[in-house]
């Protein structure tokens, strides 16, 4: 893990924010790769995990934060709100200590260990938010290789959560895209 990720970060959540500047009015209540979500939905819950960026890189406790972003955080104008969320967010990461505590739900883990996970959250979800817009949906294959990993060395972890899918069976010759969308349970 090295600062790469920072930029990985910033390069996977603005594209996923233009996408969701792209997203047409017919389109938030499409069906995503995520069962229980819409395309609004979706957006909501990733906007939402921007909004708390600053506020666990800055050494904020969940407790502290609060409920301030349960529910809809989108709003009347998702897109602007989106944007918003992601100055803020890439802001945070682009000044923190990789090495200092953040507190998370299931404990403190260093910052580094959050990127990664709020990386894998905005590049997976980019994944999906592409296939419900009917756009091409492909993983940068530098995040995917950097990411595939980590995920492969939490996979129990990650399928005990209920968050995943069970994996998708893939070949042994499948690209590292192909392999982490397979691990958290897409079908590339």
């Not at 069906?31 to 939905?41: I, K, L, M, S």
């Not at 299931?106 to 997976?124: H, I, K, N, S, W």
């Not at 980590?150 to 972890?157: F, K, M, P, R, T």
């Not at 005990?160 to 690209?175: I, Q, R």
């Amino acid at each position: 893990m090295d600062d790469r990720a920072v930029e990985l970060f910033v390069e996977s959540i603005n594209r996923f924010a233009d996408r969701v500047d792209g997203i047409g009015d017919e389109q938030w209540a499409r069906p995503t790769p995520c069962a229980e979500w819409e395309v609004r939905a979706l957006v909501n819950h990733v906007c939402g995990e921007q909004l708390w960026a600053p506020h666990l890189v800055d050494g904020e406790t969940i407790g502290q934060v609060g409920d301030r972003y349960d529910g809809d955080v989108l709003g009347d104008d998702p897109k602007a709100t989106f944007r918003r969320a992601v100055e803020s967010s890439t802001a945070a990461f682009s000044r923190a200590d990789l090495d200092a505590l953040v507190h998370l739900s299931f404990g403190d883990v260093p910052c580094r260990v959050y990127l990664d996970q709020m990386l894998t959250d905005a590049e997976v979800h980019g994944w999906d938010l592409a296939r419900a817009l009917g756009e091409d949906a492909e993983l940068e294959p530098e995040t995917a290789s950097y990411l595939l990993p980590g995920v492969v060395a939490q996979e129990e972890l990650l399928r005990s959560s209920g968050m995943f899918a069970e994996a998708v069976p893939v070949g042994d010759d499948a690209d590292d895209a192909t392999r982490l969308l397979a691990v958290l349970g897409r079908r590339p």
